[in-house]
Every structure is written in C-alpha cells, then in structure tokens.
C-alpha cells in the first residue's frame, strides 16, 4: 500500500483508496477476501485493540474523554435551547412581520376601495350636476320663453285697454318694437290728461256743492234758537227725574241699614260673652298644640341627627372602601406596568440575541 506517515500531525495518509474493492481486483468471481477487505478488517481490529489499551492504561484519558463527551452534550443542549428560543424569538418576529404585511395590504385595500368609492362617489357627484345644470338650463329657457309669452300677452292686453279706454291706435302687429315700458307710458300720459280732467269737473262740482251748502245753512239758520231752548227744556226734565230716583235709593238704603242696627244692637252682649268663651278655649287648644308641636319637633330633631350620624358614618364608611379600592387598583396597575415592562426587556434581550444569531449566521455565510 502507498501511504504517508505524518508525525507533526500524527496521521496516517493513504495515497489510494485502500477501502476501494474495484481498485483492487477483476470484476470476476473472488474466491477470497480481497486487499481492501483485509485492509478494513485489520485496521478495525488494530483500532478495537489500541481502544481497549488505552482504557486499560490511560483510565483518566477516558474520564477526560466522557468528560468531554458530557461537556459537549452538555453544550449541545444549551445550544439547542438557545437556537429554540432564538427560534421561537424569530418566529414571533416573523408572525408579527406576517401580520405587519397582512394589515398593510388590508389597509391598503381599504384605502383602495375607499379611494375607488369617492372616485365613484365623484363621478356620480358630476354627473348629476352636469345634469342638474342642464335641467336648470332647460328650465331657464322655459321659463324665458314662458316670460316672452306673458310679456307679449301683458303687452297686447295693454295695447288693447289702451286702445279701448284712451282712443290711441297702437299697432298690433309692431309689438316687438312697442314693448311694455312704452306703452306704459303712454297709458300714463293718458291716464294724466284723464286725471286732469278728472279734477276740474270735481272743482265744478265742489264749487256748486259749497254755494247748495251755504245755502242750506241760512235756511236754518232761523231754527236754531227753537232746537236749543226744545234740548234744554228736555236735559233739565232728564236731570230732575235722576236726582229724585237717587234720593229716594239712598233713603230706602238709610232706612234698611238703621233697622239692621238696631237688631244688631239687641245681640252684641250675648255675641261677646260667646266670642269670650271661644277665645279662651281656643288659647287653652293653642297652648296644648304648641306643646304637642315642640315635642314632635324634638323627636324629629333627634331622629334627624341620629339618621345624620348613621350616613355619616355609611359615608366615611363608603370612602375608607373606596380608598382602599383605589390603593388596589394602583397596586394592580403598578404590578401590571412591571410585567409589561419585564417582558419589553425580554423581549428586547430575545431580539438582541436574534441580532446577534443573524450576524453570526451572516458571518458563517461569509465565511
């Protein structure tokens, strides 16, 4: 066999593949073992042999070498604990960079949908103004067209009432050029002339009335007098026959009134000596209720101060509890921000020794 000897390393170094069965014989039936067999046989046993030497005359090498065994296990294990923590830390970071994703895309979408649905929104918006304004257009042009109609009716009514009431000729036909404002003008020029008119026959008239007026008036005047002294006669008669009806009212009033004196009169000592014994039966009573009064007043007065102490004391008692409760609720709060700030710190030490597992994976990578 060709092999090499290496002391520094204190290897041995095969030059071929002495564990190669091809390389040492025929592709034929062997009728015994070949070299590469022999090779491997023997070498196993020089290993068993050397092995079991070696526990025999080194046992502290072989304690060393559990040892090692142990501490290699030992390290295995918390290497594997470590990567499984390192492991979960990442697949936290991972579900939550999955969920970071997953909410980003829905809000996206959302926005989306809802940037589609004001687009739409948008355009339905513009579309009914773009058709709200031509229905106005529409509208505006009807309306026009109505107001022409009307204008031109008004226009011709006028003529004709013009022509009818003042005699001016206006020409149907030439309307167009005739239009209301014209021929109102010319409805108030007429109607001036006609006012005009109007107030020289009511000045006639006037003056006829006044000179019949003054004529009537000397006609009674003669008359007066008798009309006069015929009313003074008759408020002189009026006046009479009321005082005689008052003084008779009030002496009939007077004769009553003394006649209920004098019954009156015959009553009031027996109404005095009754209004005596009311009076002091009535002040007897009085003084009973008042004293009936002032004792209930006291019991009510006691009552309230004691329901005043029994809240009182249900309040202070209702306050110590809430004041506990509070002192509770703070304490809770406080054991509640401590737990969330242990776990910001493991988890803050979790993605430091994630940062540092993927560096060194990045190292190992590069390397």
Do not use: W
């Not at 004098?262 to 000596?273: C, E, M, P, Q, T």
């Amino acid at each position: 066999f060709q092999l090499r000897i290496d002391h520094q390393a204190r290897s041995v170094e095969f030059d071929t593949d002495a564990f190669d069965g091809a390389q040492s014989g025929g592709h034929g039936a062997q009728l015994q073992a070949s070299p590469a067999d022999l090779m491997r046989s023997q070498l196993s046993s020089v290993a068993i042999c050397l092995a079991n030497a070696q526990r025999v005359a080194c046992p502290a090498f072989v304690a060393d070498a559990q040892a090692q065994k142990a501490a290699a296990v030992a390290a295995a294990l918390a290497s594997m604990r470590d990567e499984h923590r390192v492991a979960v830390a990442r697949k936290v970071v991972i579900d939550r960079r999955k969920e970071v994703v997953e909410n980003a895309v829905a809000r996206r979408e959302r926005t989306e949908a809802r940037e589609r649905a004001i687009r739409q929104q948008r355009e339905q918006e513009s579309e009914r103004q773009r058709l709200a304004d031509e229905q106005r257009r529409r509208e505006v042009e009807r309306a026009q067209r109505e107001l022409d109609a009307v204008r031109r009716a008004e226009a011709l009514k006028l003529a004709e009432s013009i022509r009818e009431k003042a005699g001016i000729v206006v020409d149907i036909n030439d309307l167009d050029m005739l239009d209301t404002d014209k021929l109102k003008v010319l409805q108030r020029e007429q109607l001036e002339k006609d006012k005009h008119d109007m107030q020289a026959r009511l000045k006639l008239l006037s003056r006829r009335a006044d000179h019949t007026e003054r004529a009537y008036r000397r006609a009674e005047q003669p008359l007066l007098a008798d009309d006069y002294e015929k009313q003074k006669r008759s408020d002189r008669e009026h006046h009479d026959a009321a005082r005689r009806a008052i003084l008779d009212t009030a002496r009939e009033k007077h004769a009553h009134d003394v006649a209920l004196k004098k019954r009156v009169a015959r009553v009031f000592d027996d109404f005095n000596v009754v209004r005596q014994k009311l009076d002091t039966g009535r002040s007897e009573a009085l003084a009973a209720e008042r004293r009936r009064l002032r004792e209930q007043l006291a019991e009510a007065m006691e009552e309230r101060v004691a329901e005043y102490r029994r809240l009182r004391a249900a309040k202070d008692e209702a306050d110590e509890l809430e004041r506990v409760k509070r002192e509770a609720e703070r304490e809770a709060e406080e054991l509640a921000n401590a737990a969330k700030a242990a776990k910001a710190a493991e988890l803050a030490r979790l993605r430091e020794e994630l940062a540092v597992q993927r560096a060194r994976d990045e190292e190992l990578l590069r390397q």
